[in-house]
Each structure stands twice: as structure tokens, then as C-alpha cells.
């Protein structure tokens, strides 16, 4: 299995997603695949404020929702060119996120989730609500899809397929920068503990704060892929359910890991595609699995097999040091 | 170096440090003891800036830092150890210790994006400062084996280690050699001594009084929230206040 590690296992992953349109040859497969990429997108954010930092955030879909709207606002009610709603949703969400992360990441624990959970239903609220600027229920029709640049025009399934693959590749590349920076460093730990983050003469809020607001940001850009590919929004974008399917995706792939959100999603999208045939009936099969996943794999499946990694190269380890021990111990007397 | 006066801290109704004035000396060990509930949590927690006094002053180096936030107290050069030592047990020890010189680093969001210089160095410079912190405290050997395998004493260095990476001119440490048995309590009280040596200063709170009575250049009593006793580990072992509230007749030089 170590071949499959560093970038060897990257660049298969990439040459997968690359080839898959050629064996899927269908266009309902295809767009499935999409919106799954688009999930991925969202739950790379997620695990970013939940998984690194450990702020356990439900407003996450809300969000989601919010880019979205701002690229289905701008382009159906203002013609404004796609592009440039989409860039608007994601700051419209690094905005929005900013000032609600100030006010929510006071909170600690439990007490934030709460408190992001009701965020997340007042904003379902008001897009149902508010009709004048969302439509409210009926919501959005007749959303362009993104407009072609240059020479490149994504108006197939198939187009579109790999222009939200680009923002996948650039979304994760993105965030693996941040976790492996010392800017990731300072988000761990505050997970691992804020009293002692704090000791250590990191500003909380401040890190907190920041590492919200791109999670966020990257919903927002989920979102606004979403409104191009879907091309129809509706307030359930926005409910609660959004958000948990997220979480679900961030939990089976494995909390705190790069590729897991990403494996995550796959799977748990596949899974759902595959049980389609039992129509409702499917979650009589579907929660047991995901039961006996989280009782046998708490760490989902890519922290599963990080920490098996982590315990073998320890072993290595101890096994090395053992012949020195006598060594060291010595020295550490005379220390 | 530090100068507390007339610190207090009430909770609602309960006054948990009460009018306490007292001073700890460059390059001094000094400790803090009392019962439990004495407060001297409380007072690591006023001084590091986790809770704010209700009234009193605490001066460092001639500063003001009453009231300031902990990652302020932090990069003015007071670094604190807690009880228990949160470490990321998936990860190696040294892993868990680049952290610990990030605040004195400058890399943004920005530097992230674009992996600029200043980023590589600083990132360089915090392995640079966790490794010789790891070496300082003699855990070089177990750099790299993951957090959730290593020892109690072990867990209590690499604490050590942690303060140290963040240069710190005074170290508070809570309970240092709590949890750890007569031999290694030897080890970690002879590591305090290097940290002195090294030229910093040691404020510790502990209750195993051989390793005080050994260590300790100063020793502050509190009990009920209150100074009852300040002075060397000879004037304490005899102040009849001490023997009565703490200690007991066991360590009381009758």
C-alpha cells in the first residue's frame, strides 16, 4: 500500500477523475458525479472550521445556500454574467461569515453548534420568506449556466463535469497548502485545546474567525457551482438536511483529513445512487451501514488508516530506539 | 520580574485569591503551595491572563499586564504548563511542538497562498526552536514517535518543551511533577534547576514538598484565597502558620 501514498496516490486519484466521463458514457452518471465534486467542494470547507479547528459548525449548508442565491439573484433578476456573480457569492459569503463567525465563535462547544444550528434556520427562513429578493418557495428558475471563457464553453454535461473537477483540484490544492502551513498548525491547536492554543500566545478569535470564514468560503463557491449546474434553486438548499448530509460525508471519509471529505462524499454519493431501486426503503439499509461504520471505524475511513499508519511507523520507532534505550536513559539522569 | 500586589479574584460570592502581594526574582525558583482550593490555580490563571482580577496589579518587568488577553501575556514572554498536557495524539512529539513558536512568527493567510519566503523560514525556524526545546528537555530520542504512546513524566517534558519553544523569560508550571512517581520527580526537578541555570525564571505550584523544600528558592503559602506565609523553604518550614494550615508536623523542622 505505501506506493499509494504522496503523490503517486494524488495523481491516480486525479487520472481517475480524469478518465471517469469515458466509462460513465452517460450524462446522468456524468452530472452525478458533478454535484457530488460540488458537495466535495463544500465539505473540503466543513472539515476545515470542524475537522482542523474543532468548531463544530451546522450552518454550513445555510451557506451553501447563500452563494448559490447570490449567483441565482444576480444573473436571473440583474443579468449580471456569471462570472461575476460568481465571484460576488463568494464574497457575499466571506462577508456574511465574517460577522456571524465574530458573533458565533464566542461561543464554545455544544453552545456553538446550537448557536450555528438556529443561524442556519433563520437564514432558511428568510430566503423562504423573504419573496421580493428570493422568490421565496417557489424559488429560482432559468439559472445560466457558466459562461464559456475564451475558447472553453460549458454547456455540455460533460464540459461542466470537468470545470467543477478544476475547482475541486484547485480547492483541495489550496487547502492542503493551509492545513500543512503553520497557519494550519495554529487552527489544530485550537482543537487540541483553546485553553492551551491560548497559552501558547494564539489570538482565538482571531484564528477562529479566519478559519470560518474560509470554510465558508468555500460553500459559497459550492454554492455558486450548484446554481450553474442545477440551474434551479429552492429554499430546501438551505435546510438543515444539506448541512448533515455534509457532516455524514466529513464522518465517513474521516474528520481532520485532506481526502477524506472528498472520499467521504464519493461514497456516500455512490451508495446512495446504488440503493436507488429501494426508493425510501433505501435508509433501512443505508443507516445500519453507517451505523456499523462509525461504531468500527470512529475515525472514518481515511483516519482509520492514517492512525493504523502512524502506530506501524511508531512500532518502527520504538523498535529503533530500543538498543539505545539504555543510552538515553543515562543521559536523561544526567541531564 | 513579577510583582503582584494586592491581586484578587472574587467569583460571584466567592473570593478565590484575596489581597495577595508578593514578588518573584530573576533567575529564582519560586513556589506556590497550599491546600487544595487555596487558590493557586486561580492566581496562574490571573497572572496568565485566563481570567481577569477583580482588583490588584501584577507588573512584569516593570509593565503593567493586569488584564491583558493569555496570547498577549504569551509574547510578552510568560509561558504557562497546565495539569494536563492537551497534545495531538495521532501525531509525533515533534510534530505537536512546531506550534508552540508560532507566535513569534508573522506568516498570514497570504504567505499560505503564495508559500512566500517568510513562510519557509518561519516554518524552518519553528522546527529549529521545537527540536532544541525537545533537546533541552531531553526527549531528542522520542521526536518522532506519535504523542498518544509516550509516558506520564514524558508528557510532563514535552509540556516543558512546549513553553520553552515560545522563549519565554518566566515559565508558570502548574503542577510539574504531579502524577509521576520519587524517581522521575528527581529527573523533572533537576530539568527546573537547567531551566534556571539556562537563565529563566520558575514559578511552580506543586504539592510534593521534598522536590519544594529542595527546589524552591522562594516559597509563597496561600490558603483561602490568601497569602498566609511568604519566604525561604528554612523561614516556611517553620512558620507555625504553615505547619498548622499545610503541612502538617512532617516537614516541620521542630
Known amino acids: 500500500m505505501n506506493w499509494l501514498q504522496g503523490k503517486t496516490g494524488w495523481a491516480l486519484l486525479a487520472v481517475a477523475a480524469l478518465a471517469f466521463p469515458l466509462f460513465a458514457q452517460n450524462n446522468y452518471l456524468i452530472s452525478v458525479a458533478t454535484q457530488a465534486f460540488i458537495m466535495a467542494i463544500a465539505a473540503l470547507g466543513l472539515n476545515l472550521i470542524t475537522g482542523y479547528t474543532g468548531q463544530f459548525n451546522l450552518a454550513h449548508g445555510a451557506f451553501m445556500a447563500v452563494g448559490a442565491y447570490t449567483v441565482g439573484i444576480l444573473t436571473v433578476d440583474h443579468h449580471v454574467p456569471f462570472w461575476i456573480a460568481f465571484l460576488a457569492a463568494g464574497l457575499t459569503t466571506a462577508v456574511l461569515g465574517f460577522f456571524i463567525g465574530l458573533l458565533s465563535l464566542r461561543l464554545r462547544g455544544h453552545y456553538f453548534s446550537i448557536f450555528t444550528l438556529c443561524v442556519s434556520y433563520i437564514m432558511f427562513l428568510l430566503i423562504e420568506k423573504w419573496e421580493s429578493l428570493t422568490h421565496g418557495p417557489v424559488g429560482i428558475m432559468g439559472i445560466p449556466a457558466p459562461t464559456g471563457i475564451g475558447a472553453l464553453q460549458f454547456g455540455t454535461p460533460l464540459a461542466?463535469?470537468?470545470?467543477?473537477?478544476?475547482?475541486?483540484?484547485?480547492?483541495?490544492?489550496?487547502?492542503?497548502?493551509?492545513?500543512?502551513?503553520?497557519?494550519?498548525r495554529s487552527f489544530m491547536a485550537v482543537r487540541n485545546s483553546d485553553d492551551l492554543?491560548?497559552?501558547?500566545?494564539?489570538?482565538?478569535?482571531?484564528?477562529?474567525?479566519?478559519?470560518?470564514?474560509?470554510?465558508?468560503?468555500?460553500?459559497?463557491?459550492?454554492?455558486?457551482?450548484?446554481?450553474?449546474?442545477?440551474?434551479?434553486?429552492?429554499?430546501?438548499?438551505a435546510s438543515e438536511a444539506v448541512t448533515f448530509d455534509l457532516v455524514m460525508f466529513v464522518l465517513v471519509g474521516g474528520i481532520g483529513t485532506?481526502?477524506?471529505?472528498?472520499?467521504?462524499?464519493?461514497?456516500?454519493?455512490?451508495?446512495?445512487?446504488?440503493?436507488?431501486?429501494?426508493?425510501?426503503?433505501?435508509?433501512v439499509v443505508f443507516g445500519p451501514v453507517l451505523i456499523a461504520l462509525i461504531i468500527f471505524l470512529p475515525d472514518g475511513i481515511v483516519g482509520t488508516w492514517l492512525k493504523r499508519r502512524a502506530q506501524r511507523a511508531d512500532a518502527a520507532q520504538a523498535a529503533k530506539a530500543a538498543p539505545t534505550g539504555a543510552v538515553t536513559q543515562e543521559a536523561k539522569s544526567n541531564a | 520580574m513579577l510583582e503582584i500586589e494586592s491581586l484578587t479574584k472574587q467569583f460571584f460570592g466567592l473570593t478565590a485569591v484575596d489581597d495577595v502581594s508578593t514578588r518573584f526574582e530573576r533567575g529564582q525558583v519560586s513556589a506556590i503551595i497550599g491546600?487544595?482550593?487555596?487558590?493557586?490555580?486561580?492566581?496562574?490563571?490571573?497572572?496568565?491572563?485566563?481570567?481577569?482580577?477583580?482588583?490588584?496589579?501584577?507588573?512584569f518587568n516593570g509593565?503593567?499586564?493586569?488584564?491583558?488577553?493569555?496570547?498577549?501575556?504569551?509574547?510578552?514572554?510568560i509561558a504557562r504548563t497546565f495539569q494536563t498536557t492537551h497534545l495531538f495524539d495521532n501525531a509525533t512529539v515533534l510534530d505537536n511542538l512546531i506550534v508552540g513558536h508560532r507566535l513569534r512568527t508573522q506568516s498570514g493567510l497570504w504567505d499560505v497562498l503564495a508559500n512566500t519566503r517568510r513562510l519557509q523560514d518561519e516554518e524552518r525556524l519553528c522546527r529549529e526552536k521545537a527540536r532544541e526545546a525537545l533537546d533541552f528537555v531531553g526527549l531528542s530520542h522520542?521526536?518522532?514517535?506519535?504523542?498518544?504512546?509516550?509516558?506520564?513524566?514524558?508528557?510532563?517534558?514535552?509540556?516543558?518543551?512546549?513553553?520553552l519553544a515560545t522563549d519565554p523569560e518566566l515559565l508558570l508550571l502548574d503542577e510539574p511533577a504531579g502524577g509521576v512517581n520519587p524517581e522521575e520527580t528527581v529527573g523533572l526537578a533537576a530539568l527546573i534547576r537547567k531551566l534556571v541555570d539556562h537563565g529563566k525564571t520558575v514559578c511552580l505550584?506543586?504539592?510534593?514538598?521534598?522536590?519544594?523544600?529542595?527546589?524552591?528558592?522562594?516559597?509563597?503559602?496561600?490558603?483561602?484565597?490568601?497569602?498566609?506565609?511568604?519566604?525561604?523553604?528554612?523561614?516556611?518550614?517553620?512558620?507555625?502558620?504553615?505547619i498548622d494550615a499545610y503541612l502538617g508536623v512532617d516537614h516541620a523542622a521542630l
Not at chain 1, 477524506?260 to 426508493?279: D, I, K, N, R, Y
Open chain 1, 160 to 184: 461542466q463535469y470537468y470545470l467543477v473537477l478544476a475547482f475541486l483540484v484547485l480547492g483541495l490544492w489550496i487547502m492542503a497548502r493551509i492545513v500543512r502551513s503553520l497557519l494550519g
Open chain 1, 197 to 237: 492554543a491560548e497559552a501558547l500566545g494564539i489570538d482565538l478569535m482571531r484564528t477562529k474567525t479566519l478559519s470560518f470564514v474560509l470554510s465558508v468560503v468555500y460553500a459559497g463557491f459550492a454554492g455558486a457551482l450548484y446554481a450553474g449546474q442545477v440551474r434551479f434553486l429552492g429554499p430546501d438548499l
Open chain 1, 258 to 283: 485532506l481526502l477524506g471529505p472528498l472520499l467521504g462524499t464519493f461514497l456516500v454519493t455512490w451508495l446512495t445512487q446504488s440503493l436507488q431501486f429501494l426508493q425510501d426503503y433505501r435508509m
Open chain 2, 35 to 59: 491546600p487544595n482550593g487555596a487558590g493557586k490555580t486561580t492566581f496562574f490563571n490571573l497572572v496568565a491572563g485566563t481570567h481577569k482580577p477583580s482588583a490588584g496589579r501584577i507588573r
Open chain 2, 63 to 77: 509593565r503593567d499586564v493586569t488584564g491583558l488577553r493569555p496570547d498577549h501575556v504569551a509574547k510578552l514572554g
Open chain 2, 142 to 163: 522520542i521526536a518522532k514517535r506519535i504523542a498518544a504512546d509516550i509516558t506520564q513524566e514524558e508528557r510532563k517534558r514535552v509540556a516543558f518543551a512546549l513553553a
Open chain 2, 205 to 242: 505550584i506543586e504539592h510534593k514538598m521534598d522536590m519544594i523544600m529542595r527546589l524552591a528558592d522562594k516559597i509563597v503559602v496561600l490558603n483561602n484565597g490568601a497569602k498566609i506565609a511568604e519566604g525561604t523553604p528554612e523561614q516556611i518550614r517553620r512558620d507555625p502558620q504553615v
